[in-house]
């Protein structure tokens, strides 16, 4: 149970503060302001103080806060405050203080909505946006079948969808999106490499359409061999809450009635076989105390027909770097200093082929003994039309009572920010 | 009538604003009543003037005015009863949002006078034809009950609710559980003021399979509402705990962390009933992956599951024994996490694995947070003493990180040496030198200790243990406590192995540490060897160099009771501290605090104890085992290792303390020194059992930050309690 709810921005100011429940005053938010917000050492995302917890997200230089005094359900209250924020991005556009300043108003509403008396209530966006908008309704009788209308969908078996949509075209669009995290040792071993898909999908369908969706997948938790030689194995799925589960459960089918418009339909997971898109090979030495020399080399280890695109690699160098000369035949590098990196960037990176890079770091000399960490490579891309745990969307079947012809379309996204590292 | 504002001032505009005849500028003046209202500015005095706005057909002006309200009408109860009317009429309104909006705001309106006319339009709701009305007011009666509960009793609204629960409506019965629930933890927690029956929201096999339907069909957080009613339910027999099984299974792969959880909850408890080996191997199987697909959560979310991973861990080691690769660190991951995922990685260390995680921990041991860094090379000593083929490689990993000659990895290194040296004896002895040759580098008491430790204990191996000795002989009294208890026991340790070269020394020490020591402890200590000495150098070499007990990373952290108990919460903030509810929450949600009192009194600050407790509960073993002249009795030490444990908590404490501030660790110091002036009153403090609540005061208690800064009214009380205990 949520007792409390608070926005705070990086000065600890109070934007938003919302009490479900009376066993807080409103000045518990100045005992997170001095516990949290001016204590630079929070090492926690939860604070308990007596038999009040705090917890706390940070997002965009602000505090989202739930307060609590009970045994709460810590992973509930995480997730609802991850909620509070995808609504928010999905009514702002982002959210940050500006956007919170602006809109507190449409923020108390919406708040009150998804929670009430601790309890957190419906928040599908879709349905969240057909009766709080940012223009006011005015209640008449037209507004009142309306809203039994609105009504009977957040809190129908299908809360997720509007019975009465109707496009002229119908069509589905498919993105299968996976996000590679690696980290390989600086000898070239793979010490981790998995894939966190995520298939996104924006359904322009009228009526209520029933959809079922194939992929090359055998899951691990199932080991028959019925998928074939091609199937990649997921480790783990978990869907929207519009798939029915149990169907799952039982025969592995993924059947569901969509939203209308856009929503994550499923996330799964990959261990097995990570087909690992760049390669990165860096020597780097330190000569002495005062100069490091990298050359590293790039390799995009897939069909020439695909280019990587947005390709940075982020390379550490030595806090006492004084400078950094850069020798690139492909791309763009420059020295940050305020990050401690080389930005090499790279627009597009063909299959095949091998870009290098070569640097020598000029460092100060210091009196501290202190090594250098050698925090790894950070890699960063983009790769189209290509799924680095090799799934293939075989199939999407929508039918539906008028049965209309429907347009699918699907496309394949494998990119990396921030988890595709490698040691050196 | 309440007093007028002066007739100027941000109040007065807004006022004279709400009275406008225009309605764009009335409601303009609304919300900027809330924004005052919202950055902590009194705007009590405009009540009049917002209330006089209530009656709109604009529905998001209701809302604001509503809003308003709630804030308010405690402190202008005379005028709430002016709303009421409009309250009452919109509780008929032909549209449904109003109409639940109307109720779900006069529950939380909370003034007594209103009260009385919230139960008839309640009574309607609670039958209203539209579900979204009626899941509005059955969290409604919860409201009620929490203020009034003879009211909900008279009017039979709980009788109401337990026929909901069968309602068409999944959301409408997924509310209604979560009343319910509500209302029987409020119910059962204040027996005493409560007249009713505690047991309000008892789940009968009707209401299980009721529940189980709806289960499918509601919304994610209605489903953690119906899972935790179901992990309060009683299975008949095994065939029923199999069905809960069964059907809640298929709940792993929602998308929604907290649903994962609670169905991960149920499982746990529903499959103690459950025999049959092999579908509680299928149980398990398929818990595995979700619990490993919750790490590319967000990393407040991850760190939740982690915690629970522990505790499942402890239970079922077998769980994620493959799988150790998904818990190493990324080197962006926040340093909760990390710490935690450390944790895991030792639980789940086999000889297989250990050589991809010992080059794991090698490379943490390079990174930039010193907290961190120790944590790493703790868990390489851990990795040591629990895998003994790996010892070795261990070592080696642990003299090359000692190579790069980095201060507090040295430090560190040391201590964990003590470690291993404790688990193996006589089999690392060739490094003795490389780690006395780090001598000068040592400035942390504890890595001292332990290095003296070494020194006392190899004595008879090192040629110049004296001279190495009487560098800290020379500087005793300026040395921590800690460092001059080891010091004392050392030098009598070199003395019984070599009696004749350190005569000098060991007289020497026993008078400083008699005559200008302050710590009684020390002096203590130093009167009873000397006292063995001149009486029976024999029994003193029988207690002072008896075999020691052999140390071995504990399998589980919490109690196994406790264990059971905390499964049962899974996902819950007690499974997060890993600690009983009843540490941290107050019974019953109003007079909570002050119910409390003695041992069992909460600990404040909680990122520090959940630190200690993963610190301790690798170090517990050790830190007795330094205490050389206990008997053999691992788990009764007396009060001399409770006050050691206790001294050395400071350094633990800022090891990894969540909210490390100075004032604390002097609190704790007094209390450590204050153990030292009783040593007869041990804490009773079993290894294994890590400075739980209940009975561990010793730690939870001078950890509460200092009193001077917070003003929350709830911590006087744990204070006064730890004045009074000393």
Not at chain 1, 16 to 33: E, G, H, M, Q
Not at chain 2, 55 to 73: G, H, P, S, W
Not at chain 2, 186 to 195: E, K, M, N, V
Request: a neutral charge; charged letters at 25%; glycine letters at 4%.
């Amino acid at each position: 149970m949520i007792s409390a709810f608070f926005i705070f921005n990086q000065k600890g100011e109070v934007l938003i503060s919302r009490l479900y429940r009376t066993d807080f005053k409103r000045s518990i938010a100045d005992v997170f302001r001095i516990q949290v917000v001016s204590n630079s050492d929070v090492r926690s995302p939860i604070i308990t103080l007596g038999s009040t917890s705090f917890f706390h997200v940070r997002v965009n230089n602000l505090y989202v806060v739930a307060v609590t005094k009970t045994n709460a359900n810590a992973a509930l209250v995480f997730e609802f405050c991850y909620r509070f924020i995808n609504i928010c991005k999905s009514y702002f556009g982002k959210i940050d203080e500006e956007s919170v300043k602006n809109n507190f108003v449409v923020i108390y509403e919406l708040i009150d909505e998804i929670n009430d008396f601790g309890y957190p209530q419906n928040s599908e966006i879709d349905t969240l946006k057909t009766y709080i908008t940012t223009e006011s309704i005015v209640s008449s009788d037209y507004a009142a079948e309306e809203s039994s209308k609105i009504t009977s969908q957040a809190t129908g078996a299908t809360s997720w969808r509007r019975a009465d949509v109707k496009y002229k075209k119908n069509e589905a669009f498919v993105d299968v999106i996976e996000i590679v995290n690696l980290s390989m040792s600086a000898k070239g071993n793979v010490l981790r490499a998995d894939v966190d898909g995520h298939i996104q999908m924006r359904a322009y369908l009228s009526g209520t359409p029933e959809c079922k969706f194939g992929l090359n997948d055998k899951l691990v938790i199932d080991k028959n061999d019925r998928g074939g030689s091609d199937a990649v194995e997921l480790d783990d799925c978990r869907f929207h809450q519009c798939v029915r589960l149990n169907d799952f459960d039982a025969s592995r089918t993924i059947s569901f009635i969509p939203p209308d418009g856009e929503f994550e339909l499923m996330r799964y997971r990959s261990t097995s076989n990570v087909k690992l898109p760049l390669r990165v090979i860096p020597t780097v030495t330190e000569i002495g105390t005062t100069q490091v020399s990298y050359t590293i080399t790039l390799k995009a280890n897939f069909s020439n027909k695909l280019s990587a695109t947005n390709v940075v690699l982020r390379i550490p160098t030595p806090l006492n770097t004084t400078t950094v000369d850069c020798k690139v035949l492909s791309g763009k590098a420059k020295y940050a200093p305020s990050e401690n990196v080389v930005v090499w960037k790279l627009a597009r990176v063909q299959g095949g082929q091998e870009c290098t890079f070569t640097a020598a770091a000029t460092l100060t000399s210091t009196t501290t003994r202190q090594v250098w960490a050698r925090p790894p490579i950070d890699v960063d891309f983009q790769v189209l039309m290509f799924t680095a745990s090799g799934l293939i969307v075989r199939f999407l079947k929508v039918f539906e009572k008028s049965n209309y012809q429907s347009i699918k379309w699907v496309r394949y996204l494998t990119k990396a920010s921030g988890s595709y590292q490698i040691r050196f | 009538m309440s007093i007028r504002a002066p007739r100027k001032g941000e109040n007065y505009e807004l006022s004279v604003d709400l009275n406008s005849e225009y309605r764009e500028k009335r409601k303009d003046a609304i919300k900027r009543t809330i924004a005052s209202m919202t950055v902590g500015k009194d705007v009590s005095g405009l009540f009049p003037d917002v209330l006089k706005n209530m009656q709109t057909d604009d529905l998001e002006q209701k809302k604001l005015v509503y809003l308003y309200l709630m804030n308010y009408a405690k402190t202008q109860p005379e005028l709430v009863i002016l709303a009421v009317n409009t309250f009452v009429k919109d509780t008929d309104d032909p549209n449904p949002l109003v109409r639940a909006l109307a109720i779900r705001t006069m529950g939380c309106l909370r003034a007594e006078k209103i009260i009385d006319y919230l139960c008839d339009p309640l009574q309607k709701c609670l039958r209203d034809e539209n579900p979204y009305v009626r899941k509005t007011a059955a969290l409604c009666v919860a409201k009620l009950y929490d203020l009034k509960p003879e009211l909900v009793i008279d009017n039979g609204f709980l009788e109401q609710l337990q026929e909901m629960i069968s309602d068409s409506n999944p959301m409408v019965v997924a509310n209604t559980v979560a009343a319910l629930t509500d209302i029987h933890i409020a119910a059962t927690s204040q027996p005493s003021t409560s007249s009713s029956d505690p047991a309000i929201f008892v789940i009968t096999t009707n209401i299980l399979n009721k529940l189980l339907i709806a289960l499918n069909e509601c919304s994610e957080w209605g489903r953690v509402a119906i899972l935790n009613a179901l992990a309060r339910y009683g299975a008949q027999d095994e065939k029923e705990s199999e069905h809960i099984c069964e059907r809640v299974v298929p709940q792993f792969q929602h998308v929604n962390g907290s649903v994962v959880l609670a169905a991960v909850k149920v499982i746990m408890i529903h499959m103690r009933g459950v025999h049959r080996e092999d579908l509680i191997k299928q149980l398990v199987r398929k818990m595995a992956p979700p619990l490993v697909t919750l790490l590319s959560s967000p990393p407040e979310v991850q760190w939740v599951a982690l915690r629970n991973i522990n505790l499942l861990l402890q239970k079922r080691p077998d769980i994620l024994s493959n799988e150790m690769r998904v818990f190493f660190c990324k080197y962006n991951d926040p340093l909760y996490v990390k710490v935690e995922k450390l944790d895991i990685m030792v639980r789940l260390a086999t000889e297989k694995n250990v050589d991809a995680l010992l080059s794991e921990l090698k490379e943490y041991a390079s990174e930039v947070d010193v907290d961190f860094v120790r944590k790493s090379i703790k868990a390489i000593g851990q990795t040591a003493v629990k895998i003994d083929e790996a010892a070795e490689r261990c070592v080696n990993v642990l003299l090359e990180l000692i190579a790069t000659r980095v201060s507090y990895v040295v430090q560190e290194a040391v201590v964990v040496m003590k470690d291993i040296f404790r688990k193996y004896p006589e089999t690392y002895e060739g490094i003795i030198p490389i780690l006395c040759a780090n001598l000068d580098e040592l400035d942390e008491p504890e890595a001292k200790a332990s290095l003296i430790w070494i020194i006392g204990e190899y004595a008879k191996k090192i040629d110049n243990a004296d001279e190495l000795l009487s560098i800290f002989v020379d500087t005793f009294t300026e040395e921590s406590y800690s460092v001059q208890l080891q010091t004392l026991t050392a030098v009598v340790k070199l003395f019984l192995k070599k009696p004749d070269s350190s005569q000098g020394i060991v007289q020497r020490v026993l008078n400083t540490a008699t005559k200008d020591c302050d710590s009684p402890d020390v002096r203590d200590r130093a009167y009873i060897y000397w006292r063995l000495l001149s009486m029976d150098p024999a029994a003193a070499k029988a207690v002072v160099l008896a075999h020691r007990p052999p140390i071995s990373i504990p399998r589980t952290t919490v109690a196994p009771a406790l264990l059971e108990e905390l499964l049962g919460e899974v996902s819950s903030l007690a499974s997060v501290y890993h600690k009983p509810a009843e540490t941290f929450v107050g019974r019953g949600r109003v007079g909570a605090d002050s119910v409390r009192k003695g041992t069992e009194e909460a600990d404040d600050q909680f990122s520090t104890q959940k630190a200690l407790q993963t610190v301790v509960a690798g170090q517990q073993a050790e830190n007795l085992l330094d205490f050389d002249d206990a008997p053999a009795l691992d788990g009764q030490p007396k009060g001399l290792a409770a006050t050691e444990v206790l001294s050395q908590t400071p350094a633990a404490a800022n090891l990894l303390a969540g909210t490390s501030s100075n004032p604390l660790d002097d609190l704790v110091s007094i209390f450590g020194s204050g153990g030292g002036l009783a040593p007869t009153s041990a804490v009773p403090f079993g290894p294994g059992s890590a400075i739980p609540g209940r009975g561990g005061f010793g730690f939870g208690q001078p950890m509460s930050p200092a009193p001077a800064t917070p003003a929350i009214q709830q911590q006087h009380q744990p204070q006064d309690d730890l004045l009074g205990l000393f």
